[in-house]
């Protein structure tokens, strides 16, 4: 009888010395009856998972971690923080315990601080949302008309946030539509023929020289090339520089700007991340400058910051210059010259009058020079060997040599043009993000659905117009096992050859999920039976890869399956004694 099932007899056993186990190999009655006598008092000593100190109210007097790493089933890691409060928040029972007493076992050493502080008072794991589609719930939502799949995703958890924001992306969408509507139209005959032109190539060379300032990051040769008293060209909105030449003073100097401004200035520039990280990043690579500006106008930057072509440089008319220090990163030096500018560092950081003159006058002539002549004499670049490197400074060199060739180029008012294209252009970009993230082709799961559809369309179970076939309607009634493998089996006719035992056998490998390591002694029908369905399941792998769906190989689809418990269902179907069944295979009752 069940009476005489070895887990039952080993439970029976420590029971009797108020001691038990809670884990979910354990029979559901055994797991209950545990509880019951673990809430009553009666069960001393408890070695439990994390299932039961997070699942059950059962508060102990004290809780022992017999070690502070777990497999998750992909490999071995730290507690997490919420695991962590969850078990240990156990410790102390109400009304008995004044406190409850948590205790980390050290087996064999004592674990570094950095770790258990991280553990204990770390950040909480934020909730992710688990919601997939799968193949039964696609056609169940095309039988049924009344309901999109658009709007099945968009109630998941894992658009809630993307939601919630779009009441305000949409008071901005029309906000920006009325803008757009409202700038003044360009009426210069000069500009008219060819200045959305200039300024598309302007820009796709202020482009490229982002990428070559992030790559000579990488490159000794590029943080030496800024110097201090280096000439550079600065473009930077935060600061309201628009090309203007500066002088190197100091170099890794973080930025006298709010953090929220640094990490819109490294976004802006490509730098990954936001927030401490990505403030602490940018810090590194920022410099202390002094620039020319202009002293009548304002100094910020923001969206309406409209900046200068590429290939011009920023000097005030004479009567109206001075210079500022500002921090900038170095993804906002437009071009590091090779001219030198001599200045006493210690003077123009205390603001000395007569030195800031005198830099001042310095960059107003290298600033005219600039200008006037089209030539930015920039550093040497040739010491970064690196292809794609060089084929960057090439296509950079030929755009900007072609900005002098346009139409537009000609006209005295061009840098009051280029700023209202400019704010056109970043008008029209930002509308089509917010007309995207407004949308419903902007879900996240929206891809994978398309693609989900498409494998149903090659292999069957709907048509070209979406309506489903009798596959479809085979697989919707398949909710507990992989529809599409077991739907091509029964359609197949693949079961017709085997009796009651020898189907239930088979059909356990669609939903047994445990590994064992016991080899099950099989009929020659049976391992016939096995290698049909892994056949089937890889030809269902390749209809999913070949439509772009990340399943693995056809070692993974095979995988999937766990044959574990054939030999075991096969006995069990047969009328074999579920105590001599638990003797064919290591997995616990």
């Known amino acids: 009888t069940d009476k005489q099932l070895p887990q039952v007899l080993r439970i029976r056993d420590l029971l009797s010395r108020g001691i038990a186990v809670h884990h979910g190999g ?144 949409q008071r901005e969408f029309e906000e920006r539509q009325q803008a757009l509507s409202t700038l003044p139209q360009l009426a210069c005959a000069v500009c008219a023929a060819d200045l959305p032109r200039f300024h598309r190539a302007s820009a796709a060379a202020v482009q490229l020289g982002r990428q070559i300032r992030e790559r000579a990051l990488r490159h000794p040769v590029g943080l030496r090339s800024a110097a201090p008293g280096r000439l550079v060209v600065v473009a930077a909105p935060v600061a309201g520089l628009r090309n203007a030449p500066a002088v190197v003073l100091k170099s890794g100097v973080p930025p006298p700007v709010a953090a929220a401004a640094v990490g819109m200035a490294a976004g802006t520039a490509g730098t990954p991340g936001t927030g401490p990280a990505a403030a602490a990043a940018a810090a590194r690579h920022a410099f202390t400058v002094l620039a020319l500006v202009d002293a009548d106008a304002a100094d910020a930057g923001g969206f309406d910051f409209a900046p200068l072509p590429a290939n011009m440089v920023g000097v005030p008319p004479a009567g109206r210059r001075a210079v500022r220090l500002a921090s900038v990163l170095y993804s906002e030096l437009e071009f590091v010259t090779t001219v030198t500018v001599k200045v006493d560092v210690e003077a123009a950081m205390r603001q000395d009058a007569a030195e800031l003159a005198r830099v001042c006058d310095a960059l107003g002539r290298a600033g005219e020079e600039m200008r006037d002549s089209g ?63 407004i949308s419903d082709q902007n879900l996240e799961l929206l891809p994978d659905y398309r693609q989900r559809v498409g494998v149903l369309r090659d292999m069957g179970f709907v048509d070209e117009a979406g309506t489903v076939q009798l596959k479809g309607r085979v697989a919707c009634e398949i909710n507990t096992a992989d529809e599409l493998v077991l ?40 391992q016939k039976g096995i290698e049909t369905i892994k056949q089937k399941a890889v030809l269902v792998n390749a209809a999913q890869r070949a439509r772009g769906l990340d399943v693995g190989g056809p070692q993974d689809a095979v995988a999937a399956l766990k044959f574990g418990l054939v030999e075991a269902v096969h006995e069990w179907a047969r009328g074999v004694a579920f105590r001599e069944i638990t003797e064919l295979t290591d997995v616990l009752e």
Request: a negative charge.
């Open 26 to 169: 354990l029979l559901p009655l055994i797991k209950e009856m545990v509880e019951m006598l673990f809430t009553r008092g009666l069960v001393k000593v408890l070695f439990a998972t994390e299932t039961f100190a997070m699942g059950v109210n059962a508060p102990a007097r004290a809780v022992v971690f017999s070690a502070i790493r777990k497999h998750d089933g992909r490999g071995f890691r730290d507690l997490l923080p919420g695991e962590y409060t969850q078990m240990s928040g156990r410790a102390g029972r109400r009304g008995l315990d004044p406190t409850g007493v948590v205790i980390i076992a050290c087996n064999e050493e004592i674990p570094e601080q950095l770790r258990l502080s991280q553990m204990i008072q770390g950040t909480p794991t934020k909730l992710e949302s688990q919601f997939r589609l799968t193949y039964t719930m696609i056609l169940n939502l095309l039988r049924v008309e009344a309901l999109k799949v658009e709007e099945m995703i968009k109630r998941s958890f894992s658009e809630n946030s993307t939601q919630k924001m779009l009441p305000e992306q």
């Open 487 to 526: 739907t091509e089996l029964i359609l197949d006719n693949f079961f017709a050859d085997f009796d009651a035992a020898e189907l239930v056998a088979l059909l356990s490998c669609f939903v047994f999920q445990e590994k064992s390591q016991s080899e099950p002694r099989l009929t020659p029908k049976l």
């Open 375 to 437: 030539v930015i004499p920039e550093v040497d670049w040739s010491r970064i060997r690196e292809i794609e490197f060089q084929e960057w400074l090439a296509e950079r060199a030929r755009l900007l040599g072609s900005l002098p060739r346009f139409q537009c180029a000609q006209c005295p008012d061009l840098a009051e043009h280029y700023g209202v294209v400019h704010r056109e252009h970043e008008l029209r970009r930002r509308l089509a993000e917010l007309a995207f993230a």
